[in-house]
């Protein structure tokens, strides 16, 4: 078995279990509601039935683990949602959605709520509705994201700060120990010490988010 797989594993099961021990913090960050179109048309769902209730859990279960961008991603788009359709339950295939950077763990989580997909349109000569936009970066440590309804298009603008999210040594752990763990030379002890700082991230960013960490701004 490839060795990077290993210690990835092993980071997901520390993560994992660190998150077990949490005591139902996931489920502070809310539930998302969303009807997806497609269930009802191909009939897996009888009429009605089809309004899904997300949570970050669920979004644990697909990506394979919970972390800071996962939960981002939740909560950024929990609350433009309810920006973009007040007092409504959005549908899947509704939106557009453009981002300054490649994110795996960020879009993952986004794209797996929205529907949306990264490229979707590259093949069936299409319109792509999940973007990387250059034209969108910002300050060093920033990432920015855009969405838009299809149907009238309003849209919001979301910068994420990483300069005002994490602390210096978080930001230590997030880049240099978990490079050293992707390259398989982080001892035991900094692995658990990057799965404790992955979920300490994730509180904050759920129970305590610092003042700037996530703006809005409605472009229309």
Known sequence: MNVKYIVVLFVSVLVARTAEAQGG???KAGVIQIKDPKALMSGSVRAEKDLFKLTLENVGDYTGHTCGC????????KNVLATLFPGQTPSRGTLRIS???YNMDL?????FITGTRLNRGEYSNTESDFTIDKTLTGEE???TLVYERRDNGKKVKVVIDR???LTKDQMRVSSVVKAKIMKGTASDAEKKEFATTTQDIVRKEIL???EGSFVYTALN
């Open 25 to 27: 913090l996931y489920e």
């Open 70 to 77: 996962d939960a981002a991603g939740f909560l950024i788009t």
């Open 99 to 101: 981002i300054s950077e």
């Open 107 to 111: 879009i993952d989580s986004i794209t």
């Open 141 to 143: 440590g920033t990432t």
């Open 163 to 165: 300069r005002k999210l």
């Open 208 to 210: 305590q988010l610092p």
